[in-house]
């Protein structure tokens, strides 16, 4: 979850979408993505993956990159918390 400063909502909407959340689907490691705005200006980016060691390999291959880039582009005004669901079931749609 980012909780994102108002004057950066814009920018930090486009940056996710045209570049962190493809380059996070490029590593060939997920199945697929969310993003997900609060009206009080929160965001949640889901990802879907087949297992933790999938989550595991991300963490430890190429999240320090993918970070930097987020750190390099918003210096200030985002906060950020990551929580780890497991998956019970799905249904299909």
Known sequence: TAAVRDDLRGRYEV???ERHIPDVLQTGLFLG???LRTDDGRYRTRY???DQAQL??????H???LRADVVAHFPDGLEF???VW????RWPH
């Open 86 to 89: 497991t998956g019970l079931m």
């Open 48 to 50: 879907d993956l087949e």
């Open 33 to 35: 993505a969310q993003l």
């Open 15 to 17: 940056y996710m979408r």
């Open 56 to 61: 595991e390999r991300y963490l430890t291959t």
């Open 63 to 65: 999240a320090p990159r």
């Open 81 to 83: 918390t990551r929580e």
